[in-house]
Structures are given as C-alpha cells and as structure tokens.
C-alpha cells in the first residue's frame, strides 16, 4: 500500500488535478493522500478537503517543503510513500508499476523510484542526476554545463534520454517513490533545507544506508516544472543556492565547502547575468541578483546551518 504525500502552497486548480489523477489510477493501491497545505493563501485545498481517501493538514504557515513532506509521513504508516507534487498529473500505471519494481524480492534494496515526467511538449523531461560534487556544482555555476560538449559535467543526466529503466544516484523529487524503511532509516528529510536539495540528502544518506535509487521508464507522469515556485522566481534561486551550500558543509570537505561559497558568492551572479544577457532575459538578470542579495543577507544564518531562515 501507498501513502501520498502532496504539500501544497497557492497550487490553485493544479492540485485538484493532481489529486483526482491520483485516484482515478488507483487500483486499490492506495492507503491515503495525505495534503499539507504550507499556509496557502487561495482556495487551492478547499477543493479536495472532503474527497474519499484525502486527508488535510493545515500547518498555518509556510515551513518549507521538507519540514511539510516529514509532517506528511508522519501521519500515515503505508509501507511505501510517494511524495508528489502538486504541478504533476499521474498517468496509467505511475502508482502500479514502481509499487510492483518495490515489491519484487530481488529489489528489497532499493529504496527510491522515479518515473519519466513528461513536460507539456509531451516530451521526456531530463530529471535524475548524479551526486553533487564540487567540480559538478562549480561546472553548474560557472554555467560550463549550457556549453556544447560540456552539457555532462553538471549534475543533471541531460546526455541520456531518459527512455530506459537503470540504477541512478537520484530522482526528482516531483515524484518521489520511498520505502518507508529507508526514508526512516535515513531519518527522513533534512528540515534545514526549506526548498531544494532536500531529496538529494535523503538520496545520497539512503545510499549510505544500503539503498539504491531506481529510474523506472514504464511509467509516466506529467510534470509543469517549477511548480508553485515560479509564482517567487527570485525566490526559488535563493532556496537553490541556500540549499547548495547546506548541502556542501552537510557532505563535502570544509576546505570544498568554502570554495563552493567563494564561487557561488563572487563570480555565479555574473555568469548567471552573462546568460540571461545572452538570451536576451532582461527580467532574469533582476530575479538573479534580488536573489543574491537576498543569499548575501542569509550568508550568516546558512553558515550557522539555520537553513529555515528567511531573509
């Protein structure tokens, strides 16, 4: 059985939509849908509350998507969680199939799945990745990873199609697939990061923990992308760019860590406007360094790893 776990923040109709594709696939697979509303501000929760199988969790406030997802876990005893968000609509066999894969006994071990995520091209979206490392995530913020050639040396798989099923180090946490005994034995999400990196931890301590991550291309889902985050773009690159740098001092060398701080602080926020310049994306270049000045404002409370703080 699966628990569903959506935590929705100003979805709007996107999470009536997530939920009813939920339900209309199940095939008895479902144990509940478990929704934390973060403090939503529009009517978006109103329009499920009351639905057989769905079970609403206001938390009054804005806590940040692991602290919400944790929350969700919580409340249910599923022995598997899929933790699903609310921008994604669930298509044939997105519940069956990675329940099935979990469920196979030479598969005890693995304890993540993700599924292809199609954008609304009806395209295969790119989504799993490797773990971060220090020449990845400079790569990243040098831009080095938009360079033809060069497009593998970030951390997204963007050189494979996505079009076949294999091991990977992690899946997108749009959906997220979990045997609860991993997420448990892993201690659940890291609730200092608020947004963003969040997934990759859990991944890569699951791996510690002697779980693996599978991608599984037999079944789908569609994915807008950026979710309820689009609405705050400056916003979202700063719980990125917090997340990296929790995410470094978490699992990286010290001396990697600060090296990762000095490009991300002084050199990222002028190659990020050289690519937008690039492009064109006059209104990128302002989201980059409201973004920045609101990173440079938190450095302090990141270092400190107050990861919930907001500028």
């Known amino acids: 059985m699966i628990d569903i776990v959506t935590v929705n923040w100003n979805a709007g109709l996107q999470l009536k939509e997530c939920i009813n594709s939920a339900l209309s696939h199940n095939k008895g697979e479902l144990s509940r849908i478990i929704v934390v509303d973060n403090g939503s501000t529009d009517d978006s929760v109103a329009a499920v509350e009351g639905l057989s199988c769905v079970e609403v969790i206001h938390t009054g406030e804005n806590l940040g998507f692991a602290a919400a997802c944790n929350i969700g876990a919580q409340a249910g005893s599923a022995p598997y969680i899929l933790f699903l968000n609310p921008d994604t609509r669930l298509e044939e ?36 990745a490797r773990f971060p490392t220090l020449r990845r995530l400079v790569s990243s913020a040098l ?9 593998g040396s970030g951390m997204r798989m963007c050189n494979w199609d996505h079009k076949d099923t ?111 310049l690039l492009r064109g994306d006059f209104v990128g270049i302002k989201h980059t360094w409201a973004a920045y000045r609101m990173l440079w404002r938190s450095m302090g409370h990141i270092l400190q790893g107050e990861g919930r703080y907001n500028p």
Request: proline letters at 3%.
């Open 166 to 276: 294999r091991k990977v180090d992690q899946v997108m946490g749009a959906f997220f697939f979990v045997r609860r005994e991993a997420f448990e034995a892993c201690g659940g999400f890291d609730e200092r990061f608020f947004v963003y990196f969040e997934e990759v931890d859990v991944a890569n301590r699951s791996k510690s923990a002697g779980f693996d991550s599978w991608y599984l291309a037999e079944a789908r889902a569609f994915h807008a992308g950026g979710g309820t985050s689009r609405q705050v773009k400056a916003h979202r690159l700063f719980y990125s760019l917090r997340g990296r740098i929790l995410y470094a001092f978490k699992h990286f060398p010290r001396w990697q860590a600060w090296t990762l701080v000095a490009v991300t602080n002084l050199l990222e926020p002028f190659t990020r406007s050289i690519w937008c």
């Open 143 to 151: 831009g080095m990873d938009k360079v033809p050639g060069l497009y």
């Open 93 to 128: 066999g997105a519940l069956s199939v990675p329940l099935a894969f979990m469920e196979q006994p030479e598969n005890a071990k693995v304890g993540i799945c993700g599924i292809q995520l199609i954008d609304e091209h009806d395209k295969v979206s790119r989504t799993c």
